[in-house]
């Protein structure tokens, strides 16, 4: 079965410091990772995704993943954070078919 | 361009009322999802069209649920006899689908919040 999990609830981070989101999946065959942001009152926005190649992702307002196929991770990282990321970050994986399995999510709080 | 839209963005109803929930996908897209998100979750997948067709709606929790995307361009999520357990956002996704679905980005509308009382 597919899944992905995300194990921190919420991440506290200073800002200027560098952050990391965790997840970690399960998947039949080659993953295809992908990391959604939500604000509060608004929809998923897309951040980035790994389809094949470079095992480091650079996606929007930059943010970036790291694949590691041993580890079966895909995290998120900034090298500084803003208060302005703070939100609720989701990541996905797609299976052989079309679905989507999200992770529970991962609160983010970038603390000024 | 514009978004994913969704209406409306929000819906209280009764137990037992019926309800459509629709969305406006991105001009073009032939890809389209809708997915339920419970409080304190991520979005779990219910079905999925390519053009007119639901090409899995394996997601489907029963047979109140429904949804049609009759000319391929906007999709109507229909529930029947509703309950309290179906109060939930409600979000909908496009994505070009055109070439290597798997690979596509879904891009999300705002989703619809439905509170069944």
């Known amino acids: 079965a597919q899944s992905v999990a995300q194990p921190e609830d919420q991440v506290n981070v200073a800002e200027g410091n560098p952050l990391t989101v965790k997840c970690t999946y399960s998947v039949s065959g080659n993953p295809y990772l992908f990391w959604y942001v939500q604000y509060p009152n608004r929809g998923l926005q897309f951040l980035l995704k790994?389809?094949?190649?470079?095992?480091l992702v650079k996606g929007s307002y930059g943010f970036e993943a790291e694949f590691n196929k041993s580890q079966t991770s895909f995290h998120l990282k900034k090298p500084s954070a803003l208060v302005s990321d703070s939100a609720l970050y989701f990541c996905a994986v797609r299976d052989y078919g079309n679905q989507f399995y999200f992770g529970t999510g991962t609160s983010l709080t970038v603390i000024p | 361009g514009a978004g994913v839209s969704q209406t409306p963005s929000n819906k209280v109803t009764e137990k037992g009322k019926y309800v459509e929930l629709r969305c406006d996908p991105i001009s073009g897209h032939t890809a389209l999802y809708w997915y339920r998100q419970s409080l304190g979750q991520g979005p779990e997948f219910l079905i999925y069209?390519?053009?007119?067709?639901?090409?899995?709606d394996s997601g489907l929790p029963n047979d109140r649920f429904f949804a049609v995307r009759p000319e391929g361009s906007v999709s109507t999520l229909k529930i029947q006899r509703t309950e309290r357990g179906d109060s939930a956002v409600y979000l909908c996704?496009?994505?070009?689908?055109?070439?290597?679905?798997?690979?596509?980005?879904?891009?999300f509308g705002p989703g619809t919040r439905l509170t069944v009382l």
């Open positions: 069209f390519q053009g007119t067709g639901a090409a899995d």
């Open positions: 790994y389809i094949t190649g470079d095992n």
């Open positions: 996704a496009s994505s070009p689908g055109a070439v290597g679905p798997r690979t596509d980005t879904q891009y």
